[in-house]
């Protein structure tokens, strides 16, 4: 069976592993995948910022509770935080850098923020 040059697609010819037909193929290959990685990590940088940004602003004074949707309303992406921190209680934190949220009840959320140790 012909193997294909992952990147031309064409027929490669020589060792069963090989996947590319010649450098420059497997150099322009690799230099897509790594392009899609920075793009990929740029969105997700991009998102963690602006939660970040965002409970900065609403909670300046490092203790705030705020309506989901004083959150939501400003683009705030709940599926993407940097760490979690699980308490005692079972409280659990969200953290986008040092600007954390933990849920409280009605769709309310109490803002936190880290402190350095
Ligand atoms: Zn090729």
Do not use: H, W
């Not at 037909?21 to 969105?43: E, S, V, Y």
């Not at 602006?50 to 004074?61: C, D, G, T, V």
């Not at 699980?86 to 409280?104: A, I, R, S």
């Amino acid at each position: 069976m012909e193997k294909q040059c992952l990147e031309c697609g064409s027929a490669i010819k020589g060792r069963a592993d090989k996947k590319f037909c010649d450098d420059a193929c497997r150099n322009a290959f690799n230099n897509k995948k790594n392009n899609d990685n920075t793009d990929f990590m740029k969105k997700v940088n991009g998102i963690l910022k602006k939660n970040r940004s965002i409970m900065l602003a609403l909670n300046p004074e490092g203790k705030k509770s705020v309506s989901k949707k004083s959150l939501s309303s400003q683009g705030f992406n709940f599926d993407y935080y940097t760490s979690i921190l699980k308490t005692k209680e079972g409280k659990v934190y969200y953290f986008c850098y040092e600007q954390g949220y933990t849920p409280l009840e009605n769709d309310y959320y109490l803002l936190v923020m880290k402190r350095d140790e």
